[in-house]
Each structure stands twice: as structure tokens, then as C-alpha cells.
Nanobody, 123 residues
Framework: QVQLVESGGGSVQPGGSLRLSCAAS????????MGWFRQAPGKEREGIAA???????TYADSVKGRFTISRDNAKNTLYLEMNNLKPADTAMYYC?????????????????WGQGTQVTVSA
């Protein structure tokens, strides 16, 4: 059974940093596209970052320059380093994975999803 489990969320002040992790079990994601998404209350889900197995990454404009996606294939773990956080970054963050040929945060073809971890940015 495939499981993606996110961790690392929490509350932080504006300008702060957090590092999210996504551990995969029952699934070897090497070769697959991995991504991070977020959804704020009352808003649509937004793809924010993706990485293929070669380390090629894409980012949404809203997080470019502040967030960094990375993956440790040996540990079956995906990360999202978030710096200079803003109140607008407050959302539930989800990781996702799937065998997507063109790996992008804009893809709607992710097959597996985690349950999410909450990130709250406020003073």
C-alpha cells in the first residue's frame, strides 16, 4: 500500500523558515515526478514545486526564489525548504507523486497524495 506522509508543518512568524518532509512507503518513487501542492481555505489547490528524478525542478511564481524542493531517492523522501515565509503562504501542504513524463508543478496527473501538513504564517 502506497503511503506518502508529510511532516514539518507548524506556525511561524513572517520572514521565518520551515522545512517540510514527505516520506514514501510501499512505493519506490525513483524515476517518478514528485511535487508539493498547497490549499488555503476557500481557495483552489495550487501546485507550487515539482522535481523529477534527475533533479530538474519547476516552481510557481508565488514561491520562486523562496522555496526549494529536493529529494533523497535513497531515503524515499521529498523535502520543501521554505524561507521568507509570508502570511499568504498559510495553507495545508501536500506532497504528491506519479509517473509523469513532463514533470511540472502544473501537472494534474499526480497519482499518489499525502494527507497534508498545516503551515500557518502569522505575527
Amino acid at each position: 500500500q502506497v503511503q506518502l506522509v508529510e511532516s514539518g508543518g507548524g506556525s511561524v512568524q513572517p520572514g521565518g523558515s520551515l522545512r517540510l518532509s514527505c516520506a514514501a512507503s510501499g512505493y519506490t518513487y525513483y524515476g517518478d515526478c514528485m511535487g508539493w501542492f498547497r490549499q488555503a481555505p476557500g481557495k483552489e489547490r495550487e501546485g507550487i514545486a515539482a522535481s523529477n528524478s534527475y533533479g530538474r525542478t519547476t516552481y510557481a511564481d508565488s514561491v520562486k526564489g523562496r522555496f526549494t524542493i529536493s529529494r533523497d531517492n535513497a531515503k524515499n523522501t521529498l523535502y520543501l525548504e521554505m524561507n521568507n515565509l509570508k502570511p499568504a503562504d498559510t495553507a495545508m501542504y501536500y506532497c504528491a507523486a506519479g509517473p509523469i513524463y513532463v514533470c511540472s508543478h502544473k501537472s494534474d496527473s499526480f497519482r499518489y497524495w499525502g494527507q497534508g501538513t498545516q503551515v500557518t504564517v502569522s505575527a
